[in-house]
Structures are given as C-alpha cells and as structure tokens.
C-alpha cells in the first residue's frame, strides 16, 4: 500500500499564500493530481500531473513535485478556496490518495 | 462536455450488494477514456474502488477486489459497480469518474449516497 501524508489543515490569512504538502517516499518520481472538494459537493480536478493546470483552475494555483513532497501553492487566497483539497497518485495500477487537507482562509 | 449521472438504490441491507450505474453524456465511452468509481465514507476522505477501459480491462483496489466488479455496456454509454456483501463500512457517498488515459479523474458524477443499514 502506498501512503500519501497530508496535513490534516492548513490556515492562510486572506491574500497571503498557502501551501499544502504531499509526502511520500519518492513522490517526486510520481505524477501527483490534486483535487478540490468544496462542502456539499464532488471533488473536482484542480492540477494533474504535478504542475499542469486543467482549464478552469485560476493562476493562484499551482503544484510542484520534487524528493519526498509534492507541494500545492496557493497564492493570493480566497475566501472561496475553503475547502478540503487531495493529492493523488497511482502505484503499481492502483490509486493511492491522500487522506486529504482541509483549508481554512481566516 | 462530459456528464456523468450515477443511480442506484440508495439503502442496502448488510450482506446484500450493492449495485450501481453511471450513465455518461456528452462523450462516446468507447472513446478513450477510463471509467471508474471512487467512495467517500462520512466525514472521510476518498477510497479509489476500480476502474474499467471499454475493452474490458479492469483494475481493483485490492483491498475491495474480493466483492468488487465493474461492468461497461458501450451499447448504453453506461458502466457498473456491484460489490458484495456488504456492511455497515461501505455506507459512503459514491462518485462515478472519467479518467482521461486511466491517470487522473477529470471528469465526477454529482455522487449517490448508499447507506447501509437492515
């Protein structure tokens, strides 16, 4: 079984930059996808393949991927950005995610 | 655009199956993509359940591939979970997905909610 760790929250005050990690041993030879799931609603694809990011998914967001952490940046946050957020990655033709982050913007 | 609609009952009685079906829109299920199945318990985080290509290929969680399957029907642009004997540890909320070359889900159905209870 592959383990991704998250920290289970992360605060930003409104307008400074967040950082959520991903570890695992050698995630940087991984891709790593993140996800955003707001309350109430499904997950939604927000980077994939560490720093790619889909149409829809605002500039303030953006992935690295490097040794044993894959990182999410947020920057410039946004109230709107509460959320729970989930790295992902497939090992061995089975996807593996985190156990996720919840982000809370005071 | 792609939509995914997920159905099913929504109450299960312990050691009976659980059955569901993804209805996809806007998009031929034969075209590319991997279809899957990803569950979230209350209050918890995500479970990756399986996925399928529309050849037929499959792939489990192995911790759930003894009572799972998943079916594909291109003739209905529809694919299918059943897992079985179920207990009170499969109540979650249970998405249908598009993953685009089998890697990342790009594409969720709103989720459908199975409780499982006598």
């Known amino acids: 079984s592959y383990v991704l760790t998250q920290p289970l929250s992360v605060s930003v005050a409104l307008g400074q930059t967040a950082r959520i990690t991903c570890e695992s041993n050698?995630?940087?030879?991984?891709?790593v996808h993140w996800y955003q799931q707001k309350p109430g609603q499904a997950p939604a694809l927000l980077i994939y393949?560490?720093?790619n990011r889909p149409s829809g998914t605002p500039e303030r967001f953006s992935g690295s991927n490097s040794g044993n952490t894959a990182t999410l940046t947020i920057s410039t946050a946004q109230a709107g950005d509460e959320a729970d957020y989930y790295c992902?990655?497939?090992?061995?033709?089975?996807?593996?995610f985190g156990g996720g982050t919840k982000l809370t913007v005071l | 655009q792609v939509q995914l609609q997920e159905s099913g009952p929504g109450l299960v009685k312990p050691s009976e199956t659980l059955s569901l079906t993804c209805a996809v829109s806007?998009?031929?299920?034969?075209?590319?993509?991997?279809w899957g199945w990803i569950r979230q318990s209350p209050g918890k985080g995500l479970e990756w359940i399986g996925s399928?290509?529309?050849?037929?290929?499959?792939y489990y969680n192995p911790s759930l591939k003894s009572r799972v399957s998943i079916s594909v029907d291109t003739s209905k642009e529809q694919f299918s979970l059943k897992v079985t004997s179920v207990t009170a540890a499969d109540t979650a909320v249970y998405y249908c997905?598009?993953?685009?070359?089998?890697?990342?889900?790009?594409?969720w159905g709103q989720g459908t909610l199975v409780t499982v209870s006598s």
């Open positions: 997905v598009g993953l685009y070359s089998g890697t990342y889900c790009d594409h």
């Open positions: 806007g998009y031929s299920i034969s075209s590319g993509y991997y």
């Open positions: 399928i290509y529309h050849s037929g290929n499959t």
């Open positions: 050698n995630i940087g030879r991984k891709n």
């Open positions: 393949s560490d720093t």
């Open positions: 992902q990655v497939w090992d061995t033709s089975t996807a593996f």
